[in-house]
């Protein structure tokens, strides 16, 4: 003769960062509707556990929803770019908290501080996006770096002056008048 009932036993989740989240007293469609992503962030800004869920989120490759105060398409950028420039843990967790921050007016050079990494030879390599934009103008990475460094707007293409590919220094890039000026002899 057989005890077996056919009731399934209760399961308890054990107690773990969740159970402290902020988001556990609001309705789960608030971090899954693209409409309501701010209203989201701003619950996940206060959240004790954030770091832990923004963890677990990248941890598990979770790619919907509003996860630890970031984006599906915020967190698989930060995927993305610590694979592509190989940073380290610390490297990516400052990212994620400067990326968790409410927005404010940036400067130029603090975009430009957080966009590139020092890579060998004393040069810059631009992990930022791929078309930077400051006030609503676009530019291209190499012509942030050298208003950065010259404080003005670029005349003409922009070229390295060191020949490695992809550095953002300002101090190895110039301008068409720049070129020109250099190639032009001095006056008597």
Same mark, same amino acid.
């Given at each position: 003769m057989?005890?077996?009932?056919?009731?399934?036993?209760?399961?308890?989740?054990?107690?773990?960062?969740r159970?402290r989240?902020a988001?556990?007293?609001?309705?789960p469609?608030l971090?899954?509707?693209?409409?309501a992503?701010g209203t989201a962030?701003a619950?996940?800004?206060g959240?004790?556990?954030?770091e832990?869920?923004?963890?677990?989120?990248?941890d598990?490759?979770i790619?919907?929803?509003v996860?630890?105060?970031?984006t599906?398409d915020?967190?698989?950028d930060?995927?993305?770019?610590?694979v592509?420039?190989?940073?380290?843990?610390?490297?990516?967790?400052?990212?994620?908290?400067l990326a968790e921050?409410?927005p404010r007016q940036?400067t130029?050079?603090e975009?430009?501080?957080?966009?590139?990494?020092?890579?060998?030879?004393d040069?810059?390599?631009?992990t930022g996006?791929?078309? #930077?934009?400051f006030?609503?103008r676009?530019y291209?990475?190499a012509?942030?770096?050298f208003?950065?460094?010259?404080?003005?707007?670029?005349?003409?293409?922009?070229?390295r002056?060191?020949?490695? #590919?992809?550095?953002?220094? #300002?101090?190895?890039?110039?301008?068409?008048a720049?070129?020109?000026?250099?190639?032009?002899?001095?006056?008597a």
């Amino acid at each position: 003769m057989s005890n077996y009932t056919g009731a399934v036993p209760d399961t308890v989740r054990q107690p773990d960062w969740r159970t402290r989240s902020a988001c556990q007293d609001y309705d789960p469609e608030l971090f899954f509707s693209t409409g309501a992503e701010g209203t989201a962030k701003a619950v996940c800004r206060g959240c004790p556990v954030r770091e832990e869920c923004l963890n677990h989120a990248l941890d598990e490759r979770i790619e919907d929803g509003v996860w630890g105060g970031l984006t599906d398409d915020e967190r698989r950028d930060i995927r993305r770019r610590a694979v592509q420039w190989k940073l380290t843990a610390l490297e990516t967790q400052r990212r994620l908290r400067l990326a968790e921050q409410p927005p404010r007016q940036r400067t130029m050079q603090e975009v430009f501080a957080e966009s590139t990494l020092a890579t060998l030879g004393d040069h810059l390599a631009w992990t930022g996006s791929v078309k #930077p934009k400051f006030r609503g103008r676009a530019y291209t990475p190499a012509q942030f770096a050298f208003i950065v460094g010259r404080g003005r707007a670029p005349e003409g293409a922009v070229r390295r002056t060191c020949g490695t #590919p992809e550095c953002v220094r #300002p101090e190895h890039l110039s301008d068409g008048a720049e070129r020109q000026a250099a190639s032009t002899p001095a006056a008597a």
